[in-house]
C-alpha cells in the first residue's frame, strides 16, 4: 500500500521568501503524485498533479513541484511567499493497481504562515 | 457549474441520533467520494464510488453508509452517530479512479 509522509505540520515563511513543503511517499508501482491547498473553512484545490512524462511540474499560483523518484520525494515549492498563501497543504499519492483502485492517500498537511 | 454541493455546512447531533449527509456534482463525473478531515491526520477516505451504482469501503468505512443515488449525487449515513463522528466530511468527484478529484465545501459534524 501507498502512503505520503510531510515533514512539518507548521511552516512560517517571510513575505517575499522562498516556500518549501516537503513530501516524500512510498509505492511499489509508480505513483501518480498531487498537491492540494485548502484555505480556511473551504474544500481542497488542486494546486498540481505529476502522473506521467516531465518531472517539474507547474501548478497554479506560481507553485511547482518536481517528481525524483530516486528519492521519493514529490516537493512543492514557490520562489516567493505572498500574503495570500497562507493555507494548508496537503500531498497525496494514489496508484492504479487492482487492490488500491486509484484511492487517494493524503499526507497530514502542513500549514503554512506568510509574516510579513 | 455549481462543481461540487453538499449540505448541510453545519450539524450538530446527539449521541445515538442519525443524519445524512447529502452530495451534488454537476460535472457528469462518474466516481464520487467521502472524506472525513480530522486534525493531524489528512484527509481519509470513508466509502467511495466508482461509478453509478457501485460502492465499496474505503479506509474507516465503520459507522457510515452509503448511497449512489444516481450518477450526480452521493450521500453518507450516519445511523448511530458517536462523538468519534465529530469531524469535517468532504465529498469528492472525479472523472475516472485517477483523475483529479473536485472536493465540496464540507460538512462540519459535531456529535455531542
Known amino acids: 500500500a501507498q502512503s505520503v509522509t510531510q515533514l512539518g505540520s507548521h511552516v512560517s515563511v517571510s513575505e517575499g521568501a522562498l516556500v518549501l513543503l516537503r513530501c516524500n511517499y512510498s509505492?511499489?508501482?509508480?505513483?501518480?503524485l498531487f498537491w492540494y491547498v485548502q484555505y480556511p473553512n473551504q474544500g481542497l484545490q488542486l494546486l498540481l498533479k505529476y502522473t506521467t512524462g516531465a518531472t517539474l511540474v507547474k501548478g497554479i499560483n506560481g507553485f511547482e513541484a518536481e517528481f525524483k523518484k530516486s528519492e521519493t520525494s514529490f516537493h512543492l515549492t514557490k520562489p516567493s511567499a505572498h500574503m495570500s498563501d497562507a493555507a494548508e497543504y496537503f500531498c497525496a499519492v494514489s496508484v492504479k493497481t487492482t487492490d488500491s483502485w486509484g484511492k487517494l492517500q493524503f499526507g497530514a498537511g502542513t500549514q503554512v504562515v506568510v509574516t510579513p | 457549474n455549481a462543481g461540487v454541493t453538499q449540505t448541510p455546512k453545519f450539524q450538530v447531533l446527539k449521541t445515538g441520533q442519525s443524519m445524512t449527509l447529502q452530495c451534488a456534482q454537476d460535472?457528469?463525473?462518474?466516481?464520487m467520494y467521502w472524506y472525513r478531515q480530522d486534525p493531524g491526520m489528512g484527509l481519509r477516505l470513508i466509502y467511495y464510488s466508482a461509478s453509478e451504482g457501485t460502492t465499496d469501503k474505503g479506509e474507516v468505512p465503520n459507522g457510515y453508509n452509503v448511497s449512489r443515488l444516481n450518477k450526480r449525487e452521493f450521500s453518507l449515513r450516519l445511523e448511530s452517530a458517536a462523538p468519534s463522528q465529530t469531524s469535517v466530511y468532504f465529498c469528492?468527484?472525479?472523472?475516472?479512479?485517477?483523475?483529479?478529484?473536485?472536493f465540496g465545501p464540507g460538512t462540519r459534524l459535531t456529535v455531542l
Open positions: 460535472m457528469n463525473h462518474n466516481s
Open positions: 509505492s511499489s508501482v509508480p505513483p501518480y
Open positions: 469528492a468527484s472525479s472523472e475516472g479512479p485517477t483523475d483529479t478529484q473536485y
